[in-house]
C-alpha cells in the first residue's frame, strides 16, 4: 500500500485528487467500451451520487444511456487549510466529462434528508429544464439524520441484535486478523439506525417529487440494500443495519402503491458487497470482503460497483420483459456472490485462516488497493 496513507477505524485520512479524478474517467471509459443499452432512463435524479453505487449508476444512466442527470450528495468541499473529501472531486471529475460529452449534468450538494435539499432539487429540475424523472437513485449511506419534522438527530449504529457478538475480521493497517467483540445493540439504537437508513426519506423524496409534478408517467425508483452471507449476519443482516435495510425493502412495496396509478414501481437492487467509504466502516466486512475477492476473481465472477450497475441496467431495471425479482421483490444483484460455490469457498477459506496464511488465502491486496483508490491513493 502507499506508506504514508494514513488510516484510522476504516477511514483514510489522505486523498489525492487526481488519483478520484481518474478513477471516474476509468468508469466512464469503461461504459463506453460497453455495447450500447438498447433501453434506459431518459431524467435521471440520483440521491448519494458521489461514489459507490450512485456514482456508478449515474455513469451508466448518463454514459450509457444520454440521460440528463441531476445528483445529489453530501460531500466536504475544499478550503484553504485542506482538502475536500474525495466525493467532492468525483463529482468535480464526473461534471467536466458529462460536460465534455454534451451530457447535461446538474451536482448539487446538501444533506438530501432535509426539506431545504428537497426544495433545491425542485427548483434545480425546473431552472435546467429536467423532464420530470423516469428513474429516481436512492443510494444513501450516512451515519446520522435529523428528522425534518420534529428536528430530532438518528443515528446509525452497527451492532447485533439481541446478543453480543464476536467475529474476526483483517485491520487494514498491517493486514493481520482481528478479533471483534461487538454488544448488542439497545432498542434506541435499533430505531435509530432504521430512521436513518431505513425507507422513511426514500418514501418523502417520492412524495415530494409527485406532488411537484416531477415524476414521470412510467418512474421507476431502486434503492440499494444487502444481506450477505452466514459469517456477517449477526453483525449485518440480523443486526440493527439490516432491521433497516428490511425497512428498506418494506417500503418498496408502499411505494409501489404511491407510483402504480400513474404506471411506476419501486425496486429494492441487493447488492454484491464492495470496497466503498460506506461498507469500509463496518466491521468484519473487511475480512469477508478480501476472501470473496479471493473466490470470486479466482471463478472469473468478480464485479466492481461499475459491473453491478451497468448489469442491473441493462439486464434487470432495462432487459426484456418484466424485471426480474426474488419471491420478497427484491432485484438479487448478489445472486453471483451468494451462489454455493462460491460461499462454500468462502467457507473453507474462515475455516483456514490464520495470521501466518492470511496474505495467500484471502485478496487483501485487493481489498487495500481498491480501498486506498476511493480516496485517489
Ligand atoms: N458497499 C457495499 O458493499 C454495498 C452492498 C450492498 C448495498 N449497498 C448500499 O448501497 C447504498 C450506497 O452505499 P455505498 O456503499 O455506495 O456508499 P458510499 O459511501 O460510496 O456512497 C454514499 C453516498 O451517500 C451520500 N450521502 C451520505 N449522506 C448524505 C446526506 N445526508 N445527504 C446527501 N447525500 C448523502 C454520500 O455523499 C455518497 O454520495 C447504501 O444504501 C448501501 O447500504 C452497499
Known sequence: MGATARISNGICLDINPEGC????????EAMKRSPALQKGPRSVLILGSSGGYGLSSRIVAAFGCQAPTLGVSLERSPCEKRLGSPGFYN??????AAQQAGLKAVTLQGDAFSDATKQLVVEAAREHAFEPFDLVVYSLASPVRTDPV???VYRTTIKPIGKPTTGLTINLTNGQLKELSLPQATE??????????????????LKKLQQEGLLAPNVKTVAYSYIGPVMTNDIYRSGSLGR???HLEATAHDLNALLKPMGGSAFVAVCKALVTRASSVIPAM???IAALFRVMKDMGL???CFAQMNRLFRERLYGEGPVAVDNDGRIRMDDWELRQDVQEKVTEIY???TNENVWSLVDFDGYQNDFLALHGL
Open 188 to 205: 434506541e439504537e435499533v430505531i435509530g439506525t432504521i430512521k436513518v437508513m431505513g425507507g422513511e426519506d426514500w418514501l418523502l423524496w
Open 351 to 353: 475455516k483456514k485462516v
Open 21 to 28: 479524478k481518474r478513477l471516474v474517467v476509468e468508469q466512464i
Open 286 to 288: 473487511p475480512l469477508y
Open 150 to 152: 420534529t428536528g430530532t
Open 91 to 96: 463529482n468535480a471529475a464526473f461534471d467536466e
Open 302 to 304: 468478480h464485479e466492481d
Open 244 to 246: 433497516a435495510k428490511a
